[in-house]
């Protein structure tokens, strides 16, 4: 994991630009604190910086930016199975000058350009220059982040915004669409930033520029095209399972590659102790595990229950007190962490257990993914057992001769029957607040505008929704951004693409008709038989009134008016406003600071 940062003008560097360019590559240093680099060509107006953290050949061999022939590579993440691959170029035979992923991905460009990227499992962004074009690449899931902007002078891009943002000064630009975009779902979608004409790049995009600035953007990989209703199976068999288990297996045994020490996040989850089974007994991998335990009220303590996992499954375990108060730093802010607007409280306590980590690895397996790969959510449960009752209360009034629109009382009923299936994620997030939000000057063209999924089946919608908005631009900024100011390097065995391809197609119902985690929970069993499914998992939920505490009171969010801001703010301690309030105090906070 590394810190990208560069860009590719249409004149010739001056001594100011390269001295920015580096001064501003600095601000990534937390990203990559083992290593600086450049590639510099002052004549074609190209700057290339990297900051790296090594963790797969540590030695010199795999610094950054890496050049062979024509291509130069500036790389951040990981290439999981870049053995596989490297046996494959060896036999059409390539030669290698070093141990790492960074040469194996570069010389997998080199031989099949685009087309290289269907042969990488993992996590990664990155920008190669070849043949005078800048292409700016990321990985399937959106683990790892790009940002570019295109101005009059050229094209500029960078792992995080903020450098950006300051080295060209943007103005901060949230529109009316945008603002209800957030209140609804807590974050911008798409390329969104909230800096003007700084744009996001999405999972799974390949941008390319020529030295005229011409974009061009590809997707090369899409969940929706992987789903198809029509073939959905409706009965799990144990084939399905074994071939599930194995990419499991195959997917963390690979993620544990590393030439420095790692750990596992441990937590009482079903996930993580999934991992944890499968690296204790199949893959017999000696690996600490560790958990924190926070002594406050203000995260839910885990740590009790996930030693007596550790002990189950003979890991080594540490449980590590957290004795800071993590809650009465007033001054840490959701924007210094994210550098953009996200109304993610994770990646507080998500900082602290880096922070606590990296004192024991430089590398950190977590169960990340397997909430939407596997319809893990409660809402997905609940969803299925309010489509159960629904279709009795349906027989039932039909069987009555009663009108069924009787029984849509109130609008998450109503979506949950399929007045608009596009909305059910959304609906069940906001339930107690929906009713009000609706009613907002831009809402109905909001929604129309970034809800771009209408399958028939709802729970496809909302996992649609989860791995394509609110995981990568939610979610995952709220462990990435935190393990990197740690500079911890966080891996993720279930965000892989086989796991999807090979779940797509499973009704959903498969994943819930023995409660959450339907398939997880059997595949532990084979592993773990002795694991208690009574206890649910609670998860980091950091207080949003504590967050709040000394918050002022927002004045100015565009697409709301003041009375309606005003009320939000006055209904901070009532359960579903609260989130209202977070979401209109980070914009506040973005817009005024």
């Known amino acids: 994991m590394c810190g990208i940062f560069g860009f590719y003008l249409g004149r010739k560097l001056s001594d100011v630009d390269i001295n920015k360019g580096k001064q501003y590559l600095d601000k990534l240093s937390h990203r990559g604190p083992d290593n600086t680099g450049f590639f510099i060509q002052k004549d074609i107006g190209l700057f290339l910086g990297h900051k790296r953290l090594s963790i797969i050949d540590v030695t010199g061999k795999s610094n950054q930016p890496m050049q062979i022939g024509d291509e130069t590579l500036a790389y951040n993440g990981e290439i999981y199975n870049y053995l596989e691959i490297k046996k494959e170029l060896l036999k059409s035979g390539e030669q290698f000058l070093s141990e790492g992923d960074t ?4 010389r997998s460009w080199k031989k099949w350009g685009i087309k290289s990227l269907d042969r990488l499992d993992g996590m990664y962004s990155f920008a190669l220059f070849s043949n005078n074009r800048i292409n700016l690449v990321t990985d399937p899931f959106g683990e790892k982040p790009l940002y570019y902007i295109k101005n009059n002078d050229g094209l500029y891009f960078s ?5 950006l943002a300051d080295m060209l000064n943007l103005r901060k630009v949230i529109t009316n669409n945008q603002a209800i975009q957030f209140m609804i779902s807590g974050h911008l979608d798409h390329e969104d930033t909230g800096y003007d004409g700084l744009i996001k790049i999405p999972p799974a995009t390949h941008i390319s520029s020529d030295k005229n600035f011409k974009i061009i953007k590809n997707k090369y990989w899409r969940t929706e095209k992987i789903v198809n209703e029509s073939d ?34 441990l937590s009482s989850g079903v996930d993580s102790s999934l991992i944890a089974s499968i690296i204790s007994k199949e893959i017999k991998d000696d690996l600490l595990s560790l958990t924190v ?35 009465s730093d007033k001054n840490l802010s959701l924007i210094d962490i994210y550098g953009e607007p996200i109304a993610n409280l994770t990646a507080i306590p998500s900082l602290q257990m880096s922070l606590i980590a990296r004192q024991y690895a430089k590398v950190a397996i977590s169960g990340i993914g397997g909430d939407e790969i596997f319809f893990g959510y409660n809402r997905y449960e609940n969803f299925y057992k309010w489509r159960k009752l629904l279709d009795i209360n349906k027989k039932f009034f039909n069987f009555l001769n009663i009108p069924i629109k009787l029984i849509k009382g109130n609008s998450a009923l109503s979506t949950i029957m399929g007045e608009d299936s596009r909305l059910f994620f959304y609906t069940i997030r906001n339930y107690r607040t929906w009713t009000w939000m609706k009613n907002l000057k831009y809402f109905k063209e909001t929604v129309d505008k970034f809800i771009e999924y209408d399958s028939k089946n709802i729970l496809s919608n909302a996992r649609l929704l989860d791995l394509n908005h609110t995981m ?32 797509a197609n499973i009704h959903p119902f498969l994943f819930l008709n023995r409660g959450s985690k339907t398939i997880q929970k059997i595949i532990l069993s084979r592993f773990f038989p002795e694991y208690d499914f009574s206890t649910p998992k609670q998860g980091f939920n950091y207080p949003i009134d504590n967050y709040l505490e000394d918050k002022k009171e927002p004045t100015n969010i565009p697409g709301i008016n003041s009375k309606e801001i005003k009320h939000i703010w006055n209904m901070k301690n009532e359960f579903s406003w609260d989130n209202l309030a977070l979401r209109i105090s980070i914009l506040d906070e973005f817009i005024t600071n």
């Open 159 to 163: 792992s995080e915004p903020k450098p």
């Open 293 to 327: 335990g926070f002594n406050n009220n203000s995260v839910n303590d885990e740590s009790k229950k996930s030693k007596y996992i550790a002990k189950k499954l003979n890991l080594e375990h540490i449980t590590i007190n957290s004795e800071e108060d993590i809650i």
């Open 103 to 106: 040469e194996i991905l570069l």
């Open 232 to 265: 959905f199976k409706n009965y799990l068999s144990n084939n399905d399972l074994d071939d599930i288990t194995n990419i499991l297996i195959d997917s963390i045994k690979i993620r544990l590659r590393s030439d420095v020490p790692k750990v596992l996040f």
């Open 472 to 503: 990568p631009y939610s979610f995952i900024p709220a462990i990435e951004r935190s393990s990197m100011k740690a500079s911890l390097e966080v891996r993720t065995p279930f965000l892989t693409r086989k796991l999807f391809e090979k779940t």
